[in-house]
């Protein structure tokens, strides 16, 4: 295999500023198929910027971003953003609110097709015997999990999660991460996590990158050892 | 009770706006956008005046005032989510137009029971041709909400998600508001400017802690307007007491058993 069809996106002397701030200079990485990509760094360092540069919501001062061809099918980019506002009286059921996403077309109810694709993305993410739930009622993990359903419905081949675990316990933070392993795994997501939790990181990650005022590093996350 | 004109006018009427607020009012909860919808139907009772002194019908200025209205608010930013600057503007806003409608009415030199009707309600006091106005306008927003159905779920349930996926566009939002300022337009010529809550806000929330989908808040929501309104038009029509008062009552009654009902079961 050449290194072209493995890689899913090639950064190539990468540099980012704001005004004066430079976030990163001369950043070259390859992100393959398959990987489970962890991006680490204080806040303000750069991580969510370089994900703006992945979807092309912003351009680098210099350098370049190849994106493999499905990634500029927007449908092939599941995005799970750190914030979202559900409070407790929220009232849609999980499945409900999963299916929010299928919103291009002018049918009012589900096709059979749509229903379908709904029912694998609750299988994938174990909420199968959860989707009769409250979403507003349901745990912190549950809600991240069924965020995640909602980004994996048009079973991208990218998956960006930017900092899922922040706000969950323990047995939640793994029971995120276990799920999104099995994506990882059996259905061969790429995933790009984004995370300040080194022990999740060095548990489920495979290759990082790391920002630290204006200096990155990157290899895999078994050179991490202990950190 | 049918074979009164003015009775079956009021039920058709009654019928059609519940439906409709019932319908709209699911959005505008999960848009968050009540008192918003409350400042416009305030702004609209000017707009009534306005009619009135112009020579129009109390609806078209209605329906002229607010529609601007909504314009401007989503110029100004203040159709997207509640926050505490949009507050301040929707206190300022409010008190000038219900000024401004109280001029209206007085240039118009009519009696001040014409006021009471435009801010209170006055269902038994509407004919034909209201009627007639009250369904067309009903009917497309209704045909407008089937069309924006699946998108415009999308941009209240999850503005978040919505805007990941591009969903959350810009004409959503102006496109709801306008529909937002027709239901309110015809909601007050059955339950009167300033108690528009009672069909736009009220059915919808009490629905919401027995429903998981939208469209069965909608469902639940539109048959609560319809109960209230059915009920209201029926006990107003036995005691000879005003209909809106009945109207409020039931829906009031319908919103606590469902607050006592979330304690409950939480």
Known sequence: ????????????????????????????LIIPRGDFFCLLGANGTGKTTFIKLLLGKEMPTDGKIELAAELHNAANIGYVPQFRNIDANYPLSIQNFVALKLSNSFK??????????????????????????VLGKASGGEKQRAYLAQAILKQPELLILDEPTASLDKTAKYEVLETVKRLNETAGTT????????????????HYLEFDNGQYKTGTTADLGGK | MFALNFMRYAFEAGTVVAILCGAMGVFVAARRLPFMTHTLSEI?????????????????????????????????????????????????????????????LSLSSQNSSYATSILFGS????????????????????????????????????????????????????IFLVMVALSVSVAAQIVGALLIFVLLTLPSASAQPFCRSVSSLMLVSVVLALIGTWGGLYLGYLTNLPVTFFIATIETCFYLISAIY???AA
């Open chain 2, 262 to 264: 979330r304690r409950v």
């Open chain 1, 108 to 133: 009012p109810w589900l096709s059979k097709q749509e229903k379908s694709q709904v029912a694998q993305a609750l299988e994938l993410t174990g909420l199968t015997a959860k989707q009769q739930q």
């Open chain 2, 44 to 104: 609209g009772f000017s707009g009534a005046s306005f009619g009135v002194w112009v020579g129009l019908s109390p609806l078209q200025g209605m329906m002229i005032f607010t529609i601007l209205s909504a314009l401007a608010a989503d110029r100004l930013g203040l159709g997207d989510n509640h926050n505490d600057t949009s507050d301040a503007v929707i206190s300022a806003v409010s008190a000038f137009f219900m000024g401004l409608g109280v001029l209206f």
């Open chain 1, 1 to 28: 295999m050449t290194e072209l069809s493995t890689s899913l996106i090639t950064c190539s002397h990468l540099s980012m500023a704001f005004g004066s701030k430079q976030l990163f200079t001369d950043l070259n």
């Open chain 1, 191 to 206: 995933i790009i996590f984004i995370s300040h939790d080194w022990v999740l990181v060095s548990k489920y990650g495979k």
């Open chain 2, 123 to 174: 269902i038994v006091g509407i004919n034909q041709g209201n009627v007639t106005q009250i369904v067309i306008v009903s009917l497309i927003v209704l045909l407008a909400l089937a069309l924006i159905y699946r998108r415009l779920k999308f941009d209240s349930f999850d503005a978040t998600g919505a805007e990941i996926e591009h969903v959350s566009s810009h004409w959503i939002t102006l």
